[in-house]
């Protein structure tokens, strides 16, 4: 069994709650607000949280943050650190 297999299981959220310690909802909640994104959907905000996942990086001490685009998606920028 591969890695991607194994982890097909959970959503990217709950994988990375449970890196960080915290409920999926609880983090979920302090991601959204910490990054300003209130408005983003859930699907955008999946999306974002894959990219934090893949590269491994850290949305809470702003290694990657989201800003809207002109057409209502979200445009994710990484830190040059």
Same mark, same amino acid.
């Given at each position: 069994?591969?890695? $991607?297999?194994?982890?097909?299981?959970?959503?990217?959220?709950?994988? $990375?709650?449970?890196?960080?310690?915290?409920?999926?909802?609880?983090?979920?909640?302090?991601?959204?607000?910490?990054?300003?994104?209130?408005?983003?959907?859930?699907?955008?905000?999946?999306?974002?949280?894959?990219?934090?996942?893949?590269?491994? $990086?850290?949305?809470?001490?702003?290694? $990657?943050?989201?800003?809207?685009?002109?057409?209502?998606?979200?445009?994710?920028?990484?830190?040059?650190?």
């Amino acid at each position: 069994m591969n890695e $991607l297999t194994i982890k097909s299981n959970t959503s990217v959220s709950e994988r $990375l709650a449970e890196k960080y310690g915290s409920e999926k909802a609880r983090f979920y909640n302090i991601v959204k607000s910490t990054c300003k994104m209130e408005k983003a959907t859930n699907e955008q905000f999946e999306a974002f949280l894959m990219i934090a996942e893949k590269y491994d $990086l850290n949305p809470i001490t702003k290694q $990657l943050w989201a800003y809207p685009d002109r057409n209502g998606g979200i445009m994710t920028m990484v830190s040059a650190d």
